[in-house]
């Protein structure tokens, strides 16, 4: 019995300087059945050229989806997931790397069993500029598995998103929910578990996640703020999961209440960590140790911060805040 086939869905917008090693680690993965959808967001940079000419080079596996309007993450994101014809669709940013076996493994994994409809691996986060690495996403996030929508939600994403590859026959109609103009993905992991279907993962480092200045998930105010669209989605289509919203809801206000810290906001940082204590309690213990940082001295309160370009354990928080 073939392979089936698997679309890989790459998103790019002015990605010109990483284009050529994301699409040379994805063509020439080691499965046979594998098509590319690259979608690009009118980009200035050249980067459409490039994709040209991946696709005039590899014609049976590279499909360019070229725009002359930019229209954004989520409907860009829409726009791959209507070209993509595979049986499992994978998720990549322009600027990432997949790892030699990757989709072989995990389109193992999600063969095992039809209800398993959505899974991950590790992935390794490093800085651009020097190659040097900045994290494991299991070292600070652990890989986890389920059934159901419940423990997305609350949790937040359970892997990184350039891991995932999900059953396509689970993707919602409308794909990518168009209310959440950023950082729809999660919206879209949760639509896809809303069966009851597992998610899983494979315990390997099988990508690589590139940390740049021009990252979106550096924009901590916007990614937020997507986070709470997407929870009040959720409450109002499904009120069953109220409190994995509540719980997830703190942990948005606490991003958002560090970033605020980090630019010396502490009274609205503070009131921030006090809506999130309520939310959730002291569920979390960065929450009451960010909220009881507003109200030492700026010094003080800075040393609380650490380097937040990649997950962190708690640990971190309250070690840094020990040094001073």
């Not at 005039?56 to 989806?65: E, G, K, M, W």
């Not at 069966?195 to 899983?200: M, S």
């Not at 550096?218 to 409190?243: G, Y």
């Given at each position: 019995?073939?392979?089936?086939?698997?679309?890989v869905?790459?998103?790019?917008?002015?990605?010109?300087?990483f284009?050529?090693?994301?699409?040379?680690?994805?063509?020439?993965?080691?499965?046979?059945?594998?098509?590319?959808?690259?979608?690009d967001?009118?980009?200035?940079?050249?980067?459409?050229?490039?994709?040209?000419?991946?696709?005039?080079?590899?014609?049976?596996?590279?499909?360019?989806?070229?725009?002359?309007?930019?229209?954004?993450?989520?409907?860009?994101?829409?726009?791959?997931?209507?070209v993509?014809?595979?049986?499992?669709?994978?998720?990549?940013?322009?600027?990432?790397?997949?790892?030699?076996?990757?989709?072989?493994?995990?389109?193992?994994?999600?063969?095992?069993?039809?209800?398993?409809?959505?899974?991950?691996?590790?992935?390794?986060?490093?800085?651009?500029?020097?190659?040097?690495?900045?994290?494991?996403?299991?070292?600070?996030?652990?890989?986890?598995?389920?059934?159901?929508?419940?423990?997305?939600?609350?949790?937040?994403?359970?892997?990184?998103?350039?891991?995932?590859?999900?059953?396509?026959?689970?993707?919602?109609?409308?794909?990518?929910?168009?209310r959440?103009?950023?950082?729809?993905?999660?919206?879209?992991?949760?639509?896809?578990l809303?069966?009851g279907?597992?998610?899983?993962?494979?315990?390997?480092?099988?990508?690589?996640?590139?940390?740049?200045?021009?990252?979106?998930?550096?924009?901590?105010?916007?990614?937020?703020?997507?986070?709470?669209?997407?929870?009040?989605?959720?409450?109002?289509?499904?009120?069953?999961?109220?409190?994995?919203?509540?719980?997830?809801?703190?942990?948005?206000?606490?991003?958002?209440?560090?970033d605020?810290?980090?630019?010396?906001?502490?009274?609205?940082?503070?009131?921030?960590?006090?809506?999130?204590?309520?939310?959730?309690?002291?569920?979390?213990?960065?929450?009451?140790?960010?909220?009881?940082?507003?109200?030492?001295?700026?010094?003080?309160?800075?040393?609380?911060?650490?380097?937040?370009?990649?997950?962190?354990?708690?640990?971190?928080?309250?070690?840094?805040?020990?040094?001073?």
């Amino acid at each position: 019995m073939p392979d089936p086939l698997v679309s890989v869905a790459i998103i790019t917008y002015n990605q010109a300087e990483f284009i050529h090693e994301t699409l040379e680690g994805t063509i020439n993965q080691d499965y046979d059945n594998l098509e590319v959808v690259v979608a690009d967001d009118s980009s200035s940079d050249g980067t459409a050229d490039i994709i040209r000419d991946y696709s005039d080079s590899y014609p049976q596996r590279v499909v360019p989806v070229l725009s002359d309007k930019n229209v954004g993450i989520t409907e860009n994101s829409n726009r791959a997931l209507k070209v993509a014809q595979g049986k499992y669709i994978a998720f990549q940013g322009g600027d990432d790397i997949l790892l030699p076996g990757k989709i072989k493994k995990q389109v193992a994994w999600m063969e095992e069993n039809d209800d398993r409809v959505l899974s991950g691996h590790d992935v390794e986060f490093f800085d651009s500029e020097s190659g040097r690495i900045l994290a494991v996403w299991s070292d600070t996030k652990p890989l986890t598995t389920g059934n159901g929508p419940a423990k997305v939600i609350r949790n937040g994403v359970p892997f990184a998103a350039t891991s995932v590859m999900v059953r396509k026959i689970s993707i919602p109609s409308y794909g990518f929910d168009s209310r959440v103009p950023v950082t729809s993905d999660w919206k879209l992991w949760i639509d896809c578990l809303a069966g009851g279907g597992e998610f899983g993962f494979i315990n390997e480092i099988l990508a690589k996640y590139r940390r740049y200045r021009k990252n979106i998930s550096n924009e901590v105010q916007i990614m937020a703020q997507s986070r709470l669209i997407t929870l009040s989605i959720i409450e109002s289509s499904q009120p069953e999961f109220i409190q994995e919203c509540t719980i997830q809801r703190s942990r948005a206000y606490y991003d958002l209440g560090i970033d605020l810290m980090k630019k010396s906001e502490y009274k609205i940082a503070r009131k921030l960590f006090w809506n999130a204590i309520k939310s959730s309690g002291f569920q979390d213990i960065k929450i009451p140790l960010a909220f009881i940082a507003t109200l030492l001295p700026s010094n003080w309160s800075q040393s609380f911060l650490v380097n937040r370009t990649v997950p962190r354990k708690p640990a971190d928080y309250l070690r840094n805040f020990l040094r001073e």
